[in-house]
């Protein structure tokens, strides 16, 4: 389950004249493990820069290129996006190099190291979400801003999950699917993920549009079973409670995968934190519902 919070692809857009107007660079992050991929958008000048964390684990940031949203977003802020260790461009990692939320800290240090940004404002999306809220507790003093959008909580035990409780025939579909394939094969958790992709839209047409347009998911099993295995016992509950930088917190109303009573619970826990619900919306509102998106991440990233 925790290897299935969100998904990734390789997508193809048409660029538009907002994409075609800001400024598009990539580069690499070099550390002793891996040298880390990333690609910016926007200039560099006097508002918050920001990096945005993908969701996983195991999987690359191209899940959150299907549209032009950081694009846009790059319109007025300095974005990056980069790929965690082992995952999309951010191959090969060093053999023996560890898998675990310290390290995918280490590395979000190290990009933000790499382009010398001083204060940062985070956007975790989904596992992203975690990610961030970790580099916060190691390092708070690089963040001005934190954006959770469908994020675990702090402790996985605690997440809300009801994929299996909406979706029986899917689950049970998928299983046998997965059984067919070879439990554990490359292939099973291929048709597992995709299986999984189905039951996280609010809107079908939505869901089928975002499907259409999506090629090879560059999912990373190992990856994704790594990171899952060593966190699966992490808890920053009390640690949250410390954050005293503004906390946004997002939550699609009709995610299944990670339940809005999570953000609710998480936005209680975390001192002067806002919630905000996407009525429109399953686990991805920065697909199904950009406008309000953006508009909502522009009021809090420019909020005085």
């Not at 990539?26 to 969701?55: C, K, M, W």
């Not at 800290?105 to 933000?112: K, N, P, Q, S, W």
């Not at 959008?149 to 299996?164: A, E, F, I, R, Y």
């Not at 070879?182 to 499907?211: C, V, W």
Request: aromatic share 8%.
């Amino acid at each position: 389950m925790l290897k299935l919070l969100v998904l990734s692809g390789v997508f193809v857009f048409a660029a538009g004249s907002v994409a075609q107007s800001v400024t598009h660079a990539t580069g690499v992050a070099h550390t002793g493990d891996v040298d880390l991929a990333y690609e910016t958008f926007g200039a560099r000048g006097a508002s918050l820069p920001v990096i945005a964390v993908n969701g996983g684990p195991g999987l690359s940031h191209a899940y959150m290129m299907v549209n032009d949203l950081w694009q846009r977003v790059g319109k007025k802020h300095f974005v990056v996006l980069y790929d965690q260790r082992g995952t999309g461009k951010s191959k090969p990692v060093k053999n023996g190099a560890a898998q675990t939320m310290e390290a995918q800290v280490a590395d979000l240090e190290a990009v933000r190291a790499a382009l010398k940004l001083d204060k940062v404002a985070l956007v975790g999306d989904s596992y992203g979400g975690m990610l961030s809220m970790a580099y916060a507790v190691a390092h708070p003093e690089r963040v001005a801003r934190l954006v959770l959008s469908d994020s675990p909580p702090p402790n996985w035990k605690t997440m809300v999950h009801l994929l299996p409780e909406v979706f029986p025939d899917m689950e049970e579909s998928g299983a046998a699917e997965e059984k067919r394939l070879g439990e554990g094969t490359d292939a099973a958790e291929q048709a597992g993920l995709l299986n999984h992709f189905r039951m996280i839209f609010y809107s079908p047409e939505k869901r089928d549009a975002y499907m259409a347009k999506m090629g090879d998911l560059g999912f990373e099993p190992s990856v994704a079973t790594a990171i899952s295995k060593s966190t699966s016992e992490m808890d920053l509950t009390a640690q949250i409670k410390e954050f005293h930088f503004p906390v946004l917190v997002i939550t699609g109303r009709y995610d299944m995968n990670v339940a809005p009573l999570t953000a609710w619970r998480m936005a209680h826990e975390i001192p002067g934190a806002k919630i905000v619900f996407f009525e429109k919306s399953g686990h991805l509102p920065a697909y199904e519902e950009p406008e309000k998106y953006l508009s909502v991440l522009d009021g809090f990233l420019n909020e005085k």
